[in-house]
């Protein structure tokens, strides 16, 4: 009789409704908002203040001057937490863990459509495919908890799947 294996038994994928995914959010969205505070907090005051300090009524030139640095640092704040947000995200969901803070919080973890982990590319394409979930009244989030396999827009564009752990 010959050795024979007998391939394992896999069990069912187990999908990762609206809720669960929401309570994910609302633990990333702390997070990433310390992190925000902690850097951009500094910046900010430093240059808030100076503006502040700076600003003479009696000369505009340096009015202008103070309110476009302002306004300048203000844009730059803006970069930097787009781009903190970005590597938060597509980051730690195409890490070895596959999840975020969050996810991991809540058991749950990022894959595409085969249950394999995910590219830096795709995490970044599902990341900044949730541009479109939240343009049409938030409804592409809201897909999860109504979709067979309860992926939001985002997940269908990027072809992921959020699943239990």
């Known amino acids: 009789m010959e050795n024979q294996t007998v391939p394992p038994v896999l069990s069912p994928v187990k ?5 669960l995914r929401f309570v994910a959010f609302i633990i990333d969205s702390i997070v990433i908002g ?7 907090s500094p910046v900010l005051v430093f240059f808030g203040i ?28 803006g970069l930097v937490i787009v781009v903190l947000t970005w590597l938060y995200y597509a980051l730690l969901e195409s890490s070895p863990h596959q999840a975020t803070i969050g996810k991991l919080a809540v058991g749950i973890k990022v894959t595409d459509e085969s249950g394999n982990r995910v590219t830096l590319l795709r995490a970044s394409g599902r990341h900044f495919a949730k541009i479109i979930s939240a343009m049409i009244l938030m409804i592409g989030f809201i897909m999860a908890g109504f979709t067979e396999k309860k992926q939001a827009l985002h997940d269908m564009i990027a072809n992921c799947l959020v699943i239990k752990k």
């Open 50 to 77: 100076s503006t502040l300090n700076n600003m003479d009524c009696t000369n505009d030139f340096e009015t202008i001057k103070s309110i476009t640095l302002f306004i300048g640092t203000m844009l730059i704040s």
């Open 15 to 19: 999908y990762a409704g609206f809720w």
């Open 34 to 40: 310390i992190i925000k505070w902690i850097l951009i």
